[in-house]
């Protein structure tokens, strides 16, 4: 087939739909906003135990060196879509995007300058293992015969709920922060010195399931990768104590009971949602709940608290559904118009994948990108 797709939005659900359709002997334009390829995704660690625990986290890393290698995948990094225009094909003007690194920011990604592979994860400008990025972007038009939109979400910004504390507090962090930290250093450490956190608190249910911040809907991955950090870390340091807060657990997958019941013995799950955080003596943050059962206010004082942010429709998303011209949901995600067919649009010939329409974690995300596929190649057969 003598066509070409482009793929907006560099992580796991893109990289998979660029990999499925360059095996098809289609022309990929591959545009990603940021330095990196990899999405947030490439910055997870692995939680395996001393077994694997099925998190996914490798299985992007896989797909990344696949797209770096083939041929017909063009990669635009730092790069926005500006325009949408259909007259047969669809011809898309690009602009250069704004997104540059700031000044010690920690990054994760691919940089296609970077020879051999590598998967950065750390300061990009400041550090010894300091990597070229693309500054240039891509500006002008393509000619394309379909377009898959893959722009992933916008993980919840816990500062809005400003009695948790976090950026006030030192040893307040996000799950994402974690799951950075333990990839490179295998230990949660504490921002305040470097030093291992012997006592964590996880918070569930950040940003998500919540009237205040107009995000009802259960994230669906931050019970899963919450217990399998919690396991992993003490598996590899039993003397740490873990307490996670919950309202309910979710989604845990089919051996959810028994690996709940596995856990139940080395971690402490407590179902409240804590009211407050605040700063105590060296360093170490107290977490203020009502325990249901006791009908009371109770404090516990920890080294970390990781708030385990749930996923919020990307932030792009208004400007990008009046350039492509499609609705979105009234959560603020692409919405499909086919609950059969979860990647078609309203508009013929553009196709959505991964997170873009809602909570999903890898291995679906990766799913979702195939039936995105499937849906274009069907589409390119019969336009001919
Ligand atoms: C803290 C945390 C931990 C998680 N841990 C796990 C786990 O252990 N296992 C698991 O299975 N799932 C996990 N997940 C879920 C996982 O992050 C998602 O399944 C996955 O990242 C979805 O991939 P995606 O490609 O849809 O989106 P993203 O990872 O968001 O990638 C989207 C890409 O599109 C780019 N982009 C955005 N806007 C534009 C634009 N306008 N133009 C061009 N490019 C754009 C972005 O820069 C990014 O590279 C976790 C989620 C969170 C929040
Ligand atoms: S990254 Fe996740 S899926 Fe891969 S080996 Fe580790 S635990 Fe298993
Ligand atoms: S997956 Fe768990 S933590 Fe995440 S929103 Fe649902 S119930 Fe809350």
Request: neutral net charge; contains cysteine.
């Amino acid at each position: 087939m003598n066509k070409k797709v482009m793929v907006l939005g560099g992580g796991i659900a893109g990289l998979s739909a660029a990999l499925e359709l360059s095996k098809k002997n289609i022309q990929v334009e591959l545009v990603e906003k940021t330095c990196f390829l990899g999405g947030k995704s490439i910055g997870f660690t692995c939680k395996a135990t001393d077994k694997c625990q099925q998190c996914g986290a490798c299985v992007v890393e896989e797909v990344l060196r696949d797209v770096v290698e083939q041929p017909n995948i063009n990669v635009h990094l730092r790069t926005e879509m500006e325009q949408v225009v259909k007259n047969g094909r669809f011809k898309v003007k690009l602009k250069k995007s704004n997104s540059i690194p700031k000044e010690n920011q920690i990054l994760t990604g691919f940089s296609k300058y970077n020879s051999p592979y590598k998967v950065v994860i750390g300061n990009v400008q400041g550090s010894e293992d300091a990597v070229s990025i693309d500054r240039l972007g891509t500006e002008g038009e393509l000619d394309v015969d379909a377009l898959i939109i893959a722009t992933g979400f916008t993980p919840f910004d816990p500062t809005a709920r400003a009695t948790y504390g976090y950026k006030r507090w030192g040893n307040v962090i996000t799950a994402l922060e974690l799951e950075n930290t333990l990839r490179t250093e295998v230990k949660a450490i504490k921002p305040s010195d470097g030093q291992r956190a012997k006592k964590i608190g996880f918070i569930q249910c950040v940003g998500s399931r919540s009237q205040t911040f107009n995000s009802v809907w259960c994230s669906e991955v931050c019970c899963p990768y919450a217990l399998r950090m919690a396991s992993m870390i003490k598996h590899k340091y039993p003397d740490t104590e873990i307490w996670i807060f919950f309202i309910d657990i979710q989604n845990v997958g089919k051996e959810y009971s028994s690996f709940l019941e596995q856990i139940k013995s080395d971690i402490k799950l407590v179902t409240a949602t804590p009211i407050d955080i605040f700063p105590a003596q060296d360093n170490k943050v107290k977490v203020a709940y009502e325990d249901d059962i006791e009908d009371r206010r109770k404090l516990e004082e920890f080294d970390l608290v990781v708030l385990s942010v749930g996923i919020m429709p990307n932030k792009d998303n208004k400007e990008l559904s009046k350039i492509i011209n499609i609705d979105l949901s009234e959560h603020g995600f692409f919405s499909d118009i086919d609950p059969l067919r979860p990647s078609l649009t309203s508009r013929e010939g553009i196709f959505l994948a991964g997170t873009t329409t809602g909570p999903k974690d890898i291995l679906s995300t990766i799913s979702h990108a195939k039936g995105a596929v499937c849906e274009t190649l069907t589409y390119l057969g019969g336009k001919k």
